[in-house]
């Protein structure tokens, strides 16, 4: 193992004597000792390109015989060196602009030759007020240049040109400094941008063929040093200046990013990253960046409404009237259940998992609206619940000191994009290994450099067990192994992987998709849990919850999961059903779904904006987007991010405050009506210190066996696709991936009799329906077909088959 060196090295900066780690760039030293040092292409999560020649300074080293020396020059001449590539040496002497005239000069001279073309089009530029360039002509350039371009006219372009849906970019803004391309080919593994010409002709160009697809191109806009790369979305929509900026946390998915939201009048005009170090450092996904746009679209709820008992049809309520109705319909229904969704916060998790309890006398609640198992609940049970990253649960820290990590049922670049990030880091400065338990090398996974386990659906169990003598992989008390909500949808495979991380002594963590799921877990949204992680089962837990909550006692039977409560509805054994964030498309079986809400005698949503959900509830609440509340997300690490509320909208309310607001008319309190006041009751009650359940062996199904002409169902969610959280940003939405279907090509050329997809269209027949898509080869295993889930029509679940089953595919002209 490589041994790490303590000893620092001592140097002066502007006489300041400073002391740092071998290895410390110049630049890097100066910000210790509070001296800024101007630049424009160092960035600090970036490999050094000294480009711009902005940070230049003096140095002098001592000689043999201990006098200074200037440093690759004569001495009594001064070649001035670029800061942001030169690394510290001990007794080096840096003199910056403030203490050497020459380097001043230097750097005056460097900014006067970024101008001479540039169009100082500060008034209508995006970048204008927030620009680095703006601020350091002003601090580190001359007052006027002395250049002119040729005949006094400087170089133009047309502009803008789109190097992609949502990237714009005015070539003659360009400083080169090379931020965009070296965070698309470092950090993303996007490289579809570079800096192509030579001199005065060099420009940012993208691939003749290839447009700038990436998930995280919106990093690139932020970094830019000038307003060369722009926002389709954000572009001419406000001034720096006119922006009030609130800290946030991205709501899109588990990992928890930190965002900076910019508003205006009562309205967010843009996203940035936020810098958090030990999360997402300064990186979000596009979808973090764009996809705010869903709570003004026009079908957003806006007021209460009950259903009229003369019409039949929904009408506007005070929001006395809809506590009042609510409370008389789900009183008298004959028993209620409560299915929540992923986009809750953990204050709101909780206030469903007691009002469940103490309101409706029921353990029927579960937060799993899509695909799910009673082997999962289990797993969360056992596993997952409790963990977190003070007590020795896996972080984004150890990637980068495990020597594998094994990615099952998770794709996380379409999944979690903060984590795939991170991952590519660990591979390219720690060397760390990457194993995908999947059908196929992904974009993702060849982006990461992984090594794939090549599995067809179903076969996931017996893959992961495989893993613990496969010699090639070598996991060990080193690794890290991550599995993704869809390993659910297979039998065995939680419990496999719970076996292997206790054989190898790899450490184990569960990674959901939504940002709402770890923290409902904790609340209690489960049918086998209460909040703090306590068994239903275990009459202690029941007791120590219902002292807590102040009521005689809770029920002692485990109550329905999302699946059975559905099932339940639908044979008339439970009447009424409260609805908090869930699209029935997700669900495992859309058509259940709908079944049940037909059947169910009365029903409750509470929701952002109108679903198919509407069309059934006998009351609908309006509540709060994550901008018009606080609240908190809990990380797929365990790690909570609070956040405040950003707008104070009187037309919506927290899924809290609605629920507190039902429970008080069916005289059952919650007790509190506040996140402030759920937070306290949370702290209070506190997590379950005593036995927790143990993963008992769970049964493995044998693979069925091949059925002439069907092919079996692999299929994720892509980043950007058809979810309702993406709407209105429609230039973010035209940079997602085309959907197509992903065969072998054996298999494609026994359907379509050619191995060469080009302008081929299948037809892909499961037990709900069929669809139609265009045709990619890659290395599947035989006898298997991936298709994008949420990326037509009503999505794979509702429109084609569930996750594993056999489907028939053939060409579409057939």
């Known amino acids: 193992m490589t041994q790490v060196t303590t000893e620092l090295v001592n140097l002066t900066i502007d006489g300041i ?153 005015d070539r003659e803004r360009c400083i080169l400094c090379a931020r965009c391309t070296r965070f698309s ?41 000038v307003g060369a790369l722009t926002s389709a979305d954000y572009r001419f929509r406000s001034r ?32 940035l990253s936020g810098n958090d170090p030990e999360v997402n450092e300064e990186w979000i996904t596009d979808k973090d960046r764009f996809g705010f746009h869903y709570a003004r679209q026009d079908d957003r709820l806006t007021y209460p409404q009950v259903r009229d008992e003369e019409t039949g049809e929904l009408r506007p309520a005070s929001w006395p009237e ?55 609940a289990d797993f969360l049970a056992s596993e997952v619940v409790l963990t977190s990253h003070e007590d020795g649960g896996v972080t984004y820290a150890d990637f980068d000191k495990a020597s594998v990590v094994v990615l099952a049922g998770l794709e996380p670049e379409d999944e979690a994009g903060t984590i795939f990030l991170r991952l590519r880091k660990a591979v390219r400065k720690a060397g760390t290994r990457v194993v995908s338990v999947a059908p196929f090398t992904s974009r993702g996974l060849a982006k ?15 893959a992961l067990r495989a893993l613990a003598d ?64 306590r068994p239903v089962a275990d009459a202690g837990a029941r007791v120590d919850v219902a002292t807590a909550w102040g009521i005689d006692s809770l029920p002692a039977e485990i109550g329905r999961d999302g699946d059975g409560i559905l099932a339940a509805l639908a044979a008339g054994e439970l009447g009424g059903l409260v609805v908090g964030g869930v699209d029935p498309d997700d669900t495992a079986d859309p058509a259940l779904f709908r079944e049940a809400l037909a059947a169910a005698r009365f029903v409750v949503q509470l929701e952002l904006r109108a679903t198919d959900v509407t069309e059934h509830a006998d009351v609908v609440f309006p509540v709060a987007p994550v901008t018009d509340k606080a609240g908190t997300f809990v990380t797929w690490d365990g790690r909570p991010r609070s956040f405040d509320r950003v707008f104070v909208n009187p037309g919506s309310l927290p899924d809290l405050r609605v629920l507190a607001g039902i429970a008080e008319e069916l005289d059952a309190p919650l007790g509190f009506r506040t996140v402030e006041e759920v937070r306290s009751e949370m702290s209070s009650l506190g997590p379950w210190d005593g036995p927790r359940p143990v993963l008992g062996p769970a049964p493995v199904a044998a693979p069925a066996e091949p059925v002439a002409g069907e092919l079996r169902l692999a299929t994720w969610k892509q980043l950007v696709d058809l979810g309702s959280m993406q709407d209105g940003e429609v230039h973010y939405r035209a940079a997602g991936r085309r959907p197509v279907a992903r065969l072998s090509a054996a298999d494609l050329d026994r359907i379509l009799g050619t191995a060469d997809p080009a302008a081929a269209e299948v037809l892909v027949t499961g037990d709900r329906g069929s669809v139609t898509l265009p045709v990619a080869v890659a290395d599947l295993p035989e006898g298997v077909v991936w298709l994008p889930a949420r990326s037509l029509g009503r999505g794979v679940l509702a429109d084609v088959a569930s996750p594993g089953s056999r489907v028939t595919v053939k060409g579409a002209d057939r």
């Open 17 to 169: 004597a400073v002391s740092v780690p071998p290895g410390t760039l110049v630049i890097r030293a100066a910000e210790q000792v509070g001296i800024q040092i101007p630049r424009f292409c160092d960035h600090p999560l970036l490999a050094p390109a000294g480009a711009c020649r902005q940070c230049l300074v003096e140095v002098a080293m001592p000689g043999p015989d201990g006098s200074m020396r200037q440093m690759q020059g004569p001495p009594g001449r001064m070649k001035p060196q670029a800061s942001c590539t030169l690394v510290v040496s001990e007794g080096m002497e840096v003199r910056t602009q403030l203490t050497s005239e020459a380097i001043d000069k230097a750097q005056q001279g460097v900014m006067e030759q970024l101008l001479i073309n540039h169009p100082l089009d500060c008034p209508v530029c995006d970048k204008g007020g927030e620009c680095p360039l703006q601020n350091q002509a002003m601090s580190n350039g001359r007052g006027e240049s002395r250049f002119s371009a040729q005949g006094g006219i400087k170089r133009t372009y047309p502009k803008p040109i789109n190097i992609s849906a949502q990237v714009l970019l």
């Open 185 to 225: 080919n470092e950090i993303a593994g996007d490289p579809f941008i570079a800096l192509i010409e030579r001199g005065a002709l060099q420009q940012v160009g993208i691939y003749e063929r290839e447009p700038f697809q990436s998930y995280f191109a919106g990093n690139t806009i932020q970094i830019c040093p």
């Open 240 to 271: 720096p200046f006119d922006l009030v900026s609130v800290p946030g946390v991205a709501e899109h998915d588990a990992c928890g990013s930190a965002i900076r939201i910019d508003h205006r009048r009562g309205r967010v005009v843009r996203r």
């Open 322 to 376: 809809a506590f009042t109705v609510a409370a008389r319909g789900l009183a008298a229904a004959g028993g209620s259940a409560v299915l929540t969704g992923g986009r809750l916060t953990a204050e709101d998790a909780y206030a469903y998992a007691k009002f469940a309890r103490v309101s409706l006398g029921t353990h029927d609640i579960d937060f799993r609206a899509r695909p799910h198992s009673t082997e999962e």
């Open 448 to 462: 990461l450099e992984g090594h794939l386990v090549r599995t067809a659906p179903g076969e996931e169990a017996q």
């Open 470 to 533: 496969d010699g090639q992989v070598a996991l060990d008390g080193g690794g890290v192994i991550l599995v993704g909500e869809r390993l659910a949808a297979t039998p065995g495979a939680l419990t496999a992987a719970v076996e292997l991380s206790r054989i190898t002594g790899a450490r184990l963590a569960w990674v959901p998709r939504r940002a709402g799921d770890r923290g409902a877990v904790e609340a209690g949204c489960l049918p086998t849990l209460l909040p703090g992680g």
